[in-house]
């Protein structure tokens, strides 16, 4: 959620969206779904969108100071005459602006009003110990809170019927208890309790057009920074244009994708041997790759290879003969190992995608814990 420290509005102006947000004295999740799809924004420029529930185009632009985003400024367009408005002068407002925010944000007596604005600047990295973390939270729910999880939702694809209103807020709410979601960088973080269900995400992200990553167990909400990371990685691999997984993971299920990912700089190192099973793939559409995967992981047993690739003995003993022969690929080498099955996975992440290292991938809209 996006609060409103300052508004103006001319004598006699109406508008819905406006008029709300003032009795609220904050934007809900609206924002961050403009933001988290417009280029611009993400970009640090501002950008000129148009939402539901008002005929007003709104220009946003990000508050930047000493290279950290500390607001938006939102103007309404009032008689079409916003973009007429020298680009200049908006640099100018919005630069005396973001230094007066950055100003109060540097305050080091300011008191933090909300649990929300601690967890903000947890995930911020603005706590420099456990300790001063735990002081600062002592007044609020933080105090004695111990979540099993928590879930990163994106809103790029929220459903745009939806803007102006406050439905998603108010379905995380009732739907998983004391989950007190809240808005960081453009995504909703829901906390989830060990007696959540996974399940409960289902119509969400139907209704809605979410994608969501739940994260590994939290252990001490002081280390959320670094599960907030790598559920961040793993979120930007399910939202990817070219994923055709599922709506729900969690981050264990994509453990060995998001190893991969990282890895995929060093494919000038793939071996030659794994190349050459490439390129015959994709002139005999033979599958000495996936075989030398499955091999290589299930053991070098041929019964659970047999059974992972759901392929008759006979062809898999064929492929692997072949594969030593024809190929002199070192299956029973111990020193190679690593390096033939780091291979023969980033050739199979670009030829299969990433959904084939995706457990439980098949498609499911939820993934059960």
Request: hydrophobic fraction near 40%; charged fraction near 20%; proline fraction near 5%.
């Amino acid at each position: 959620m996006f609060w409103l420290p300052a508004t103006y509005a001319p004598p006699g102006f109406t508008d819905l969206l406006f008029d709300r947000a003032v009795q609220q004295g904050a934007i809900t999740y609206e924002a961050g779904a403009i933001i988290s799809r417009s280029p611009a924004l993400s970009a640090g420029a501002p950008d000129y969108v148009e939402v539901a529930d008002s005929t007003r185009r709104r220009r946003f632009a990000p508050l930047i100071s000493a290279c950290a985003r500390l607001g938006y400024l939102v103007c309404v367009d009032i008689d079409s005459q916003l973009e007429s408005i020298p680009a200049e002068t908006f640099r100018t407002v919005e630069t005396v602006l973001a230094k007066q925010l950055f100003v109060e944000a540097s305050r080091q007596d300011k008191p933090f009003g909300t649990a929300e604005e601690i967890l903000m600047h947890l995930l911020d990295g603005g706590f420099p110990s456990a300790a001063y973390f735990r002081l600062q939270s002592s007044s609020t729910y933080l105090a004695d809170f111990h979540p099993a999880a928590f879930a990163l939702i994106d809103l790029a694809a929220y459903h745009a019927l939806y803007l102006g209103k406050s439905q998603l807020k108010d379905e995380l709410t009732y739907r998983f208890y004391a989950s007190h979601p809240f808005l960081y960088q453009g995504d909703v973080i829901l906390f989830l309790h060990e007696w959540y269900d996974p399940a409960g995400f289902d119509a969400l992200v139907e209704e809605f057009h979410l994608k969501v990553v739940i994260s590994e167990p939290i252990t001490d909400l002081y280390g959320l920074p670094a599960l907030y990371r790598t559920a961040r990685e793993a979120l930007d691999l399910i939202t990817d244009t070219g994923f055709r997984g599922g709506s729900v993971y969690h981050v264990e299920q994509l453990h060995t994708l998001l190893m991969l990912t990282a890895a995929r700089r060093y494919k000038s190192l793939i071996l030659p041997r794994v190349k050459a099973l490439a390129a015959c793939d994709r002139e005999k559409g033979s599958q000495y790759c996936e075989t030398l995967y499955y091999y290589l992981t299930c053991g070098r047993s041929l019964k659970d290879t047999c059974e992972a690739l759901f392929t008759h003995r006979n062809t898999v003993l064929y492929r692997i003969h072949k594969m030593r022969e024809d190929f002199a690929v070192p299956l029973d080498d111990p020193a190679t190992h690593t390096a033939l099955l780091l291979s023969t996975a980033l050739t199979l992440l670009d030829s299969k995608g990433a959904e084939f290292f995706v457990d439980g991938s098949e498609g499911s809209t939820s993934a059960k814990g």
